[in-house]
């Protein structure tokens, strides 16, 4: 029989077999994307807030 045969599309998704630490990302990508997040929308709220102040006069 082969792997297809037991494969359970509604399962835990992952083989017995599989290594856990496998299917997630490092813990330094996940604060850099955090902070990129944040510093991008921090950017984007200042240049807004120029172009509402340029706006108003």
Known sequence: ???SEHY???G???RPD???QEKRMPRGVIIRLFA???AGHVIAAFLY???VV???K
């Open 49 to 51: 807030l120029l172009f």
């Open 8 to 10: 359970d599309p509604l």
């Open 36 to 38: 990129y997040l944040v």
């Open 1 to 3: 029989m082969s792997d």
């Open 12 to 14: 835990p998704g992952r």
């Open 18 to 20: 599989e290594d856990p």
């Open 54 to 56: 340029a706006g108003s």
